[in-house]
Every structure is written in structure tokens, then in C-alpha cells.
């Protein structure tokens, strides 16, 4: 099976959205988070999908789940205290409801601008390789500094560089211990794939359209609506 993790915890400070987390701002009259979900529920290759979701939250996005017809939610379920907690949260639930090393494909919440194309390429490239991160070209200079104290950058050569993005795919028996392992470990990382890259772990790259952003600030709300409502 082929399973979507989607992770969406936060509260989204960077927003400055007042009491309402960022996954849940209105574009078109609906949630960021339920478009996010939709997008896997309408791909015919995903099975199942698993919405951990900022707890004060869980029982609105079950009653949007039954107002979209998003019937292959599995469940949603509260997050935790940060998005590397949730989403190993999120895998533990899932392989209570994996039947033999699933596919798990791990999305933020707040990162609706996907189409069928990206989750196909994704799928096939952890068919073919065993796990896939989604990547995009730079389109401008990146500096680089040896630690954050620093005040000297250094730039890279962009035509080297991607950013990575989502979704991040593994089959969830290599996953879920390297979850587990981080976590007891207290070893915080940004993403599962730089997690993943820690224990040895390399990824297919599947690359991706610059549209492809996450929703952080309120300029990416913004730039969001207007490509949803433009047909994105």
C-alpha cells in the first residue's frame, strides 16, 4: 500500500494568524489543510491517509474530513511538541494499519500545491529505489557559513545545490526505527530525509515546480491563494 503522513502540529507562529493555526486559514472557502489532503485523496495510488493535526484542532478537521468526503482518512490524531515528534507520532499509528512494509509518503499540511504528476513520481522512484525526496532547483545564490556564530559566508555554486521539499518518502520499516532512534536520542533534525540521511540512508530525487511552497509567512499565504484560485 502507499500511505500519505500528512503532519501539521504547528501553530504557525511566523503566520501572526491570531488564535487560528495556519492549516486551518480559509482559501476558497476551505482549509489549507483539507486542500493538502485532497490532493492524495483523489490520486488513485494512495490507500490510506493519516492527518496528525494541532490537538485543540482534531475534532474540526474530522468534521471537515465528513463535509469534503475525504474518505480515505484513516484518522486524525493530536501531534507533538514539535514536527519531528509528530510525524514519528504519525508512523507508529500507521504501522498499527501497514500490512507488509508500506510506502509512506510524509507531506506538511500546509504545503497544498501538489498535483498527481509529483505523488506518481514519488511512488515509483521508492518502488524503484526505496525511498524519494522531492527536490527543486535554486534560482538564486546561496551563502554558506561553518556555524552559526560566523559572521564570514561563503557562496556555493547553486548549479549544485536543490532545496528539498515534499513529499519525503520511505518504506515504513526503515522509517519508523530511525524515528524512534532520533527520538530517544534527543537528535532534533529539520526534515525525515535529513534524519534519514543521518543513518545512511540516501533518496531518490523526484524534482518538483517552484509552486510547490510551504506555507510559512503570511507573503506565502498570499502567493498560495493566488495560484489555488488561478487553478494551481
Request: net charge negative.
Amino acid at each position: 500500500m502507499n500511505l500519505a503522513l500528512i503532519f501539521s502540529g504547528g501553530v504557525g507562529k511566523r503566520m501572526n494568524s491570531g488564535d487560528i493555526p495556519k492549516q486551518f486559514l480559509q482559501i476558497g472557502g476551505q482549509s489549507i489543510l483539507s486542500l493538502t489532503v485532497e490532493k492524495f485523496q483523489r490520486h488513485p495510488q494512495i490507500d490510506g491517509i493519516l492527518i496528525v493535526c494541532v490537538e485543540t484542532h482534531t475534532q474540526q478537521f474530522h468534521a471537515e474530513v465528513a463535509k469534503h468526503g475525504l474518505s480515505k482518512v484513516i484518522d486524525v490524531i493530536s501531534g507533538g511538541a514539535s514536527a519531528q515528534e509528530s510525524i514519528l507520532i504519525g508512523l507508529r499509528r500507521l504501522s498499527r494499519f501497514s500490512e507488509q512494509n508500506d510506502t509512506v509518503l510524509i507531506h506538511d499540511g500546509v504545503r497544498p500545491i501538489i498535483d498527481d504528476d509529483l505523488i506518481s513520481r514519488n511512488i515509483a522512484a521508492v518502488d524503484a529505489h526505496g525511498s524519494a525526496v522531492t527536490i527543486v532547483s535554486c534560482n538564486e545564490t546561496i551563502l554558506y557559513r561553518e556555524d552559526a556564530t560566523s559572521a564570514q559566508y561563503k557562496a556555493l555554486d547553486r548549479m549544485s545545490c536543490v532545496i528539498a521539499r515534499a513529499p519525503q518518502c520511505y518504506k515504513i520499516d526503515d522509517v519508523l526505527p530511525a524515528a524512534e532512534q532520533a527520538f530517544s536520542a534527543g537528535t532534533e533534525f529539520v526534515d525525515t530525509y535529513s534524519l534519514m540521511e543521518n543513518f545512511g540512508v540516501s533518496a531518490a530525487p523526484v524534482e518538483c515546480d517552484q509552486s510547490n511552497i510551504k506555507i510559512t509567512t503570511h507573503s506565502d499565504f498570499l502567493t498560495a491563494k493566488i495560484l489555488i484560485e488561478d487553478g494551481a
